[in-house]
């Protein structure tokens, strides 16, 4: 469950949004249910699909409001990990070799470009040599890169913002996944590897004896490096971690502007506006005959609604 609510000191006459709050659909990721709700309700709604595959949803609300709530709820089955995908020969090959300008389609190549503005300077051309050493194997770089990001940079709430650049963080040594996620992409774009932003959730119930990992009841993101044989090697530096069967998929893109969980414009003559983010993402150990209609979602377990800033 995933809930913004924005309200501001005078009417709203007009707001436009787009949101992507509805998780793909991927060979080890099934949508079961899904709804994106809106209060007040819109007056024209839709849902697409964007340049990336992503499903996104447009909404325009007309009637005046002094309070917006957005709410995407979804039930989502996700697999293990296919330990083939690390061992195999694509994973294992020399990062040199992994280079989508030499064995890539044209849609690997867009993600080894760098942003305008650019974020690819001084600091991550170091910091990427380090680690990714001639003909070391690309699981091996990856990981690497993964561990030293974890252990290098801090994870403090609110220590940036969305508009952050690399550098900063680069020189501040801290931040949050979505920060630990952009500097991961800018090392691998460094040396000529595509790297791409993925942005979802994290069930965060630990196992028993297991320490609670960072990123609990918000908005999730890592990054995902190409491989030669075509699929994408996802890890997570905020956790030290490849991606596994607790992170949820929802979009994405080649960095975070393109996959904003929601973004609009308002029509108002109000000056002040506070926004709440609310996220419960809860692991669900089903019966076979478990009901999964939307009228059974309680299901998912006791909400823990901490409200916190999306990342």
Not at 51 to 68: A, K, M, Q, R, W
Not at 98 to 126: C, H, K, N, Q
Not at 291 to 303: I, K, S
């Amino acid at each position: 469950m995933h809930r913004t609510r924005y309200t501001y000191d005078d009417e709203v006459s007009s707001s436009y949004g787009r949101c992507y709050l509805i998780p793909r659909d991927l060979p080890h990721q099934r949508v079961v249910h899904n709804a994106v709700d809106i209060d007040p309700a819109p007056d024209d709604r839709s849902t697409g699909l964007d340049v990336y595959g992503n499903i996104d949803t447009y909404f325009h609300v007309h009637t005046p409001h002094t309070e917006l709530v957005v709410t995407g709820t979804s039930i989502v089955d996700v697999d293990p990990v296919d330990a083939g995908l690390l061992v195999g020969p694509a994973a294992r090959t020399p990062w040199e070799q992994a280079r989508p300008g030499v064995v890539g389609p044209p849609s690997a190549i867009e993600f080894v470009l760098d942003l305008d503005p650019p974020e690819i300077g001084e600091a991550v051309t170091e910091y990427a040599a380090s680690v990714f050493t001639p003909g070391r194997p690309l699981i091996e770089a990856v990981t690497d890169l993964t561990s030293r990001i974890h252990t290098d940079f801090t994870y403090r709430s609110g220590s940036t913002a969305i508009s952050t650049r690399v550098a900063t963080v680069m020189g501040r040594r801290e931040g949050v996944c979505q920060d630990f996620a952009r500097v991961a992409i800018a090392c691998l774009r460094s040396v000529g590897l595509a790297g791409r932003y993925e942005s979802g959730y994290l069930a965060t119930d630990p196992p028993p004896g297991r320490e609670r990992i960072f990123g609990a009841d918000a908005s999730h993101a890592w990054a995902a490096v190409w491989l030669p044989d075509g699929r994408w090697l996802p890890f997570d530096p905020t956790n030290d971690k490849l991606v596994d069967e607790r992170h949820v998929t929802v979009a994405w893109g080649r960095d975070y502007d393109d996959v904003p969980p929601l973004r609009g414009v308002i029509y108002t003559d109000a000056t002040r506006s506070e926004i709440e983010v609310s996220v419960d993402v809860s692991p669900i150990d089903l019966d076979p005959g478990a009901d999964l209609r939307p009228d059974a979602e309680q299901a998912c377990g006791p909400e823990s609604k901490a409200v916190t800033h999306a990342d």
